[in-house]
């Protein structure tokens, strides 16, 4: 009898540890999701491996916290450890809601993303969490360096480094870049147009993934943008290459800063890697390669354009760098040349379009240019936040959000600012800026003609 007693004490005390054990489920953090907004990038989806396998959770029990700030949970679902859907996944992936502190400080200072990002998963005060005939009070998960693997929309580039001839000192610079290649385009044997995008001073670095999200670039592979793009064979697309300088676009080779008055560092590295790029990749229609760029990269599409005249099929600086007072008048005539739309905000403080862009255009003008245009906006207000007012110098936010659809017009007179798509004219008829982009196409050189009976 007392042995049984004791059997029934010891498988009672079993018990107890058991169910003090099954009140708290441990998780694992594996991945994040990011995305990037008009102003800023934010976490958007955290995933997790809990210590079993867990299905149909009720997002409201669930309490996130992302570096310090309260998350809602709007989704949950049996995933792979990369967050796509999977109904026999052993992961569960936790869509968020848009957090308003947007950002929600994923980098720690230019082109550099946060060694220290914690991200915690847990119970809402007082819920439970049943599984079968468990109920588990707490959640186990905390992870300190979650930042340290994520997916996002730069998954779809391919990555690489380009190393060649600097410009104004002996040596070498090496660029990293990051290039969408849709197979629906890549293997139709087909021409296809090229979209060059060179980011802002504080995208600079080795980690192109800052460059991709931390302006929202990845818009440009997005449907809605891609759309207003053909190929010689009439399909939607085309190829997108984001490139990046270690440090800034507007750096000279004595380490000081350029505003035209000297040229960049990068200048001919960043040619090189262009010819580079196009020449790997033979499909590439060279009478339509477009190339833009924000604030610094603003300033290398000016400088480009005006050190390889002709090259580019059409180029859209935006909130451009380059001061009007260091470009010459027969700069000024061969740019007059060139098929040039131009984006900025008035209020911009950081550039100010007084003495960088609304100079040029008005001389540009004056030299006869036909086919340059200039949206201006009144100041930038939010597309995903609408009724935010952001800074000035985002003017960006309306090319991604493809809000560019009208320009000023075509006068040395005085700029009208408008919120309304940026003027009061439609260049060439297009709807937007990309349409119009599609549009311009090099006119090729004629073909040498055979001389005294020379075969070619």
């Known amino acids: 009898m007392k042995k049984i007693i004791l059997f ?32 800023s990038t934010a976490v958007n989806l955290v995933v997790v491996k809990p210590e079993i396998k867990l299905a149909n959770i009720d997002p409201s029990v669930l309490a996130v916290n992302t570096n310090g700030t309260e998350r809602e949970v709007v989704s949950v679902y049996p995933s792979d450890a990369r967050g796509a859907f999977n109904p026999e996944g052993e992961y569960l992936a936790l869509g968020l809601a848009k957090a308003s502190g947007r950002g929600l400080g994923l980098t720690k200072g230019a082109g550099v993303w946060k060694d220290d990002y914690t ?11 049943k599984v079968g005939k468990q109920k588990f009070t707490d959640i186990e998960c905390v992870a300190d360096k979650a930042l340290k693997d994520f997916v996002s929309e730069a998954d779809y580039f391919n990555k690489g480094s380009f190393t060649g001839k600097a410009t104004g000192k002996v040596g070498d610079e090496t660029l990293t870049y990051a290039a969408y290649e849709p197979w629906s385009l890549k293997g139709d044997g087909k021409a296809n147009p090229l979209v060059i995008w060179l980011h802002g001073g504080g995208e600079g670095g080795i980690d192109v993934s800052i460059t991709l999200l931390g302006n929202e670039v990845v818009s440009l592979i997005r449907p809605q943008i891609q759309s207003h793009f053909t190929t010689e064979g009439g399909a939607d697309g085309a190829y997108v290459l984001s ?61 480009m354009l005006i050190r390889h005249p002709k090259f580019f099929a059409a180029a859209f600086p935006t909130c451009e760098a380059y001061a009007d007072q260091n470009i010459s008048d027969n700069e000024i005539n061969a740019l007059a040349e060139e098929n040039i739309w131009i984006v900025q905000s008035y209020d911009d403080t950081t550039v100010d379009p007084k003495t960088h862009c609304i100079p040029m255009f008005q001389r540009l003008m004056k030299a006869g240019a036909k086919n340059v245009w200039m949206s201006m906006f009144e100041n930038v207000q939010g597309i995903d936040n609408p009724g935010q007012k952001l800074l000035g110098h985002f003017s960006w936010c309306y090319l991604f959000n493809d809000a560019v659809t009208m320009s000023q017009e075509q006068t040395d007179g005085d700029v009208k600012p408008s919120n309304n798509g940026g003027g009061s004219v439609a260049p060439q008829g297009h709807a937007n800026i990309f349409e119009w982009m599609n549009a311009q196409v090099l006119t090729a050189p004629e073909a040498p003609q055979p001389q005294n009976g020379q075969r070619r």
């Open 243 to 303: 490139i990046q300088c270690p440090q800034a676009w507007m750096r000279t080779a004595n380490g000081t800063s350029t505003r035209g008055n000297y040229p960049s560092l990068y200048a001919d590295v960043l040619k090189s890697c262009i010819d580079n790029y196009v020449a790997q990749n033979p499909d590439v229609d060279r009478n339509r390669i477009y190339l833009g760029g924000c604030s610094n990269g603003g300033f290398m599409t000016v400088h």
């Open 8 to 39: 029934a004490a010891t498988l009672a005390a079993s018990a107890a540890v058991f169910s003090a054990h099954a009140q708290t489920l441990k998780m694992e953090t594996q991945v994040l999701g990011v995305t990037t907004y008009e102003a």
């Open 119 to 129: 991200i915690s998963v847990g119970l809402k005060k007082g819920k439970v969490l």
